[in-house]
């Protein structure tokens, strides 16, 4: 199975909820969710023919932070394992992993892991990072985060690529030391670089195989992207992204509480298609809901009434 889309129809994907319960995108019910309801939700994006489920990471969260993101943030790799075990063909994402709070081979371990337990359907999306109290608590330098993000990629494939990588670090150089399974997926699962800042633009053009933005795409962005890859001699298939944000399948009985993209199945997969004219190969919703339930409901619409629009 291949995680690198790119082509024909526009791919969507889904943040699961309940694993990260930030104030600026939980809904009221998650509260008092746990695995049950992000087992049944994870399953219904699976059955419904979403290209991925995606999972963020946050090691420790400051009290001063807590009020507005909270402090529930599931491990990333323990709960993308769990889902390899429970879903069969969705993706698995990774959105955003620091890749810089951990020495590359023991990132390389863990994603070619999953790699291999999933059957080839992990997504490694990357980024610099944003809470300067994390990278304290964990040793690593918070003003070099950019720099250091680049390295951990570049090492990163060496790993995924080698059996016995050599990394020339400056931070972490290593070489003679080997480790397996190998990951599935030729060279390793494709590496999308988060964020929309320059040095972020940059980074996925000359590093990435895809682009996770955190604000806006236009077309303008989308065609630097291209003109920096084909300038580096970059011409592998690789992957824009786009987040349409809020959405909800139909009209809405309650008060949504600002801005979402709702009706009926043929205006929301008219508003995806023109992500995909712009030359978007993948687009993010959060699809609202008040439960558990009515979040699986969406799901099930949103498969049965937007995809099949989206391939026509």
Same mark, same amino acid.
């Given at each position: 199975?291949?995680?690198?889309?790119?082509?024909?129809?526009?791919?969507?994907?889904?943040?699961?909820?309940?694993?990260?319960?930030?104030?600026?995108?939980?809904?009221?019910?998650?509260?008092?969710?746990?695995?049950?309801?992000?087992?049944?939700?994870?399953?219904?994006?699976?059955?419904?023919?979403?290209?991925?489920?995606?999972?963020? =990471? !946050?090691?420790?969260?400051?009290?001063?932070?807590?009020?507005?993101?909270?402090?529930?943030?599931?491990?990333?790799? %323990?709960?993308?394992?769990?889902?390899?075990?429970?879903?069969?063909? &969705? !993706?698995?994402?990774?959105?955003?992993?620091?890749?810089?709070?951990?020495?590359?081979?023991? &990132?390389?371990? %863990?994603?070619?892991?999953?790699? *291999?337990?999933?059957?080839?359907? *992990?997504?490694?999306?990357?980024?610099?990072?944003?809470?300067?109290?994390?990278?304290?608590?964990?040793?690593?330098?918070?003003?070099?985060?950019?720099?250091?993000? =680049?390295?951990?990629?570049?090492?990163?494939?060496? %790993?995924?690529?080698?059996?016995?990588?050599?990394?020339?670090?400056?931070?972490?150089?290593?070489?003679?030391?080997?480790?397996?399974?190998?990951?599935?997926?030729? =060279?390793?699962?494709?590496?999308?670089?988060?964020?929309?800042?320059?040095?972020?633009?940059?980074?996925?053009?000359?590093?990435? =195989?895809?682009?996770?933005?955190?604000?806006? &795409?236009?077309?303008?962005?989308?065609?630097?992207?291209?003109?920096?890859?084909?300038?580096?001699?970059?011409?592998?298939? /690789?992957? *824009?992204?786009?987040?349409?944000?809020?959405?909800?399948?139909?009209?809405?009985?309650?008060?949504?509480?600002?801005?979402?993209?709702?009706?009926?199945?043929?205006?929301?997969?008219?508003?995806?298609?023109? /992500?995909?004219?712009?030359?978007? !190969?993948?687009?993010?919703?959060?699809? +609202?809901? +008040?439960?558990?339930?009515?979040? &699986?409901?969406?799901?099930?619409?949103?498969?049965?009434?937007?995809?099949?629009?989206?391939?026509?």
């Amino acid at each position: 199975m291949s995680s690198r889309f790119g082509s024909g129809t526009l791919a969507v994907g889904m943040q699961l909820p309940i694993q990260s319960k930030s104030t600026n995108f939980a809904e009221a019910w998650e509260a008092d969710a746990g695995a049950e309801e992000l087992a049944r939700v994870a399953r219904a994006a699976d059955e419904a023919g979403f290209a991925y489920v995606a999972v963020c =990471d !946050h090691v420790a969260i400051p009290s001063e932070k807590a009020p507005v993101m909270g402090t529930e943030w599931w491990d990333t790799v %323990a709960t993308l394992g769990w889902l390899a075990g429970i879903t069969s063909r &969705v !993706h698995l994402l990774s959105h955003i992993y620091v890749p810089a709070y951990r020495h590359p081979l023991q &990132v390389a371990k %863990a994603f070619s892991t999953l790699d *291999v337990v999933s059957g080839g359907r *992990v997504i490694l999306g990357v980024g610099a990072g944003h809470v300067r109290e994390e990278f304290d608590l964990l040793g690593v330098p918070f003003e070099r985060r950019g720099e250091l993000l =680049d390295e951990s990629i570049d090492a990163l494939r060496a %790993a995924f690529a080698e059996d016995y990588p050599t990394l020339p670090g400056p931070r972490w150089p290593a070489a003679d030391l080997g480790q397996h399974p190998r990951p599935v997926q030729e =060279d390793g699962p494709p590496i999308w670089v988060g964020g929309s800042s320059p040095a972020a633009l940059r980074r996925a053009a000359l590093r990435g =195989d895809g682009w996770l933005p955190q604000g806006p &795409v236009d077309a303008e962005t989308i065609a630097e992207l291209t003109e920096r890859r084909t300038a580096a001699g970059r011409h592998e298939p /690789f992957t *824009v992204g786009a987040l349409v944000g809020p959405t909800y399948v139909g009209e809405p009985t309650w008060d949504l509480g600002g801005p979402t993209l709702a009706g009926p199945p043929a205006k929301v997969a008219h508003v995806l298609g023109k /992500f995909a004219a712009m030359g978007v !190969h993948q687009v993010q919703v959060r699809l +609202r809901s +008040r439960s558990a339930d009515e979040l &699986v409901d969406q799901i099930e619409r949103f498969g049965a009434e937007v995809l099949p629009l989206l391939a026509s």
